[in-house]
């Protein structure tokens, strides 16, 4: 039977190493994974990644690289060296600034003797809409935009793509089941939206067919939130 734990990932978007550790501590026994992004890798750097580890947990590194092929390969390289579980780059840096990074991150598992993390596409941010896009000289739906992405990056050898849940029907469809789709933007009915737009809950995300769901503001600021995991846990669990 599948363990649902291993498909939720709680965003650790706290500004401190301080406030990281009690979350993760209060957490530990009931999630499995924690994404980490820009603003606490910047406050803590490799110590918030090693805080999750350390319990034997694992680790989304939100880090979003765009940068020449050189410089994503080398921070691929040392992502896996860090050992975290999954990283991702946008698919916007071009198809050989995504090949030299999968290449790599395999080199340096292998290296290591230790398994490859996943390498997650970001196609378009979904705060972009059309006009932004045109403003940066792309004059092409932003649904194709997303898609055309997607396609590159798993031609690369990437493993997924962070998308919202509207959006996985159609990734699914045209790339396959075995692709990834990371999926943010998810409330349970009990939670607020928060600045998050176009919600699903996460029953509906599991059932749009999720891989991973992201979720933050709502066990963060839960008044108990290793109960509110267990909530989630629940509501994904009887989606299945
Ligand atoms: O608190 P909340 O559940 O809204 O957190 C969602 C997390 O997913 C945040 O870390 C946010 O930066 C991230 N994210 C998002 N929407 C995207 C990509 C990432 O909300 N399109």
């Given at each position: 039977m599948e363990d649902i734990s291993n498909r939720l990932i709680v965003?650790?978007?706290?500004?401190?190493l301080y406030e990281a550790v009690r979350i993760v501590d209060k957490l530990a026994g009931t999630v499995k994974w924690f994404k980490i992004g820009s603003q606490l890798y910047t406050a803590a750097g490799p110590e918030a990644v090693k805080l999750v580890t350390g319990y034997g947990l694992k680790v989304?590194?939100?880090?979003?690289f765009h940068d020449i092929p050189a410089t994503v390969s080398l921070a691929g390289r040392a992502a896996t060296q860090l050992g975290v579980n999954m990283f991702n780059v946008h698919s916007s840096g071009g198809e050989a600034m995504m090949r030299a990074t999968v290449k790599g991150a395999r080199a340096t598992a292998a290296n290591n003797k230790s398994p490859c993390p996943v390498i997650i596409a970001v196609t378009?941010?979904?705060?972009?809409?059309q006009s932004d896009l045109r403003q940066a000289g792309c004059i092409d739906p932003v649904d194709r935009a997303v898609m055309n992405l997607a396609k590159m990056a798993q031609e690369c050898g990437l493993d997924g793509v962070v998308s919202s849940a509207e959006e996985i029907g159609d990734i699914k469809k045209n790339l396959?089941?075995?692709?990834l789709v990371v999926t943010p933007g998810v409330r349970p009915g009990w939670a607020a939206a928060d600045d998050q737009k176009r919600v699903k809950t996460p029953a509906e995300a599991i059932r749009d067919g999720a891989d991973y769901l992201v979720i933050g503001r709502p066990v963060l600021k839960a008044e108990d939130p290793t109960d509110a995991a267990r909530r989630i846990l629940d509501e994904m669990d009887s989606a299945l």
């Open positions: 965003a650790l978007d706290v500004p401190t989304f590194l939100d880090l979003k378009i941010l979904t705060s972009m809409d396959g089941r075995d692709f």
